[in-house]
């Protein structure tokens, strides 16, 4: 289990924002992150949607963080690309178990739990918190 490589450039691109303290326009963020500019303006746009970044237009135009970092937190960013976190498919409603039609299966139940404990640390890390590191 791993996250998307998206996810680790959507990471990275808050974290240079965050660390910025500024507006920077998508040409810089591209360089700072090492992430090709037309996949760092796809990622843009999934941050920008989640009110995680902010866009502006214009000849002062580009991105900055979009709310307070400590209002901001790793889980966020990772679910804004990946989707809601789950270790098994069977856990997020997208697959029924053929196995056990009426009820869940003790796994279903592990898995939820786990996936609930992983969540909850991911959401505990906030990018003020982050930056200071």
Not at 19 to 35: F, H, N, P, W, Y
Not at 108 to 119: A, G, H, T
């Amino acid at each position: 289990m791993h996250i998307t490589l998206e996810t680790d450039y959507a990471i990275r691109i808050v974290d240079a924002l965050a660390r910025s303290q500024k507006r920077l326009d998508a040409k810089t963020i591209s360089e700072m992150t090492g992430v090709t500019l037309r996949f760092s303006l796809k990622i843009l746009r999934k941050l920008v949607a989640a009110g995680i970044i902010k866009s502006f237009k214009g000849t002062q135009g580009g991105y900055e963080i979009g709310r307070p970092l400590n209002d901001i937190t790793l889980g966020e960013v990772i679910e804004t690309i990946e989707g809601r976190f789950a270790l098994n498919r069977c856990i997020n409603g997208e697959y029924a178990c053929s196995r056990h039609k009426d009820h869940c299966c003790q796994f279903q139940k592990i898995f939820y739990e786990i996936s609930n404990d992983v969540r909850t640390k991911l959401y505990s890390y906030n990018f003020e918190d982050l930056t200071k590191k």
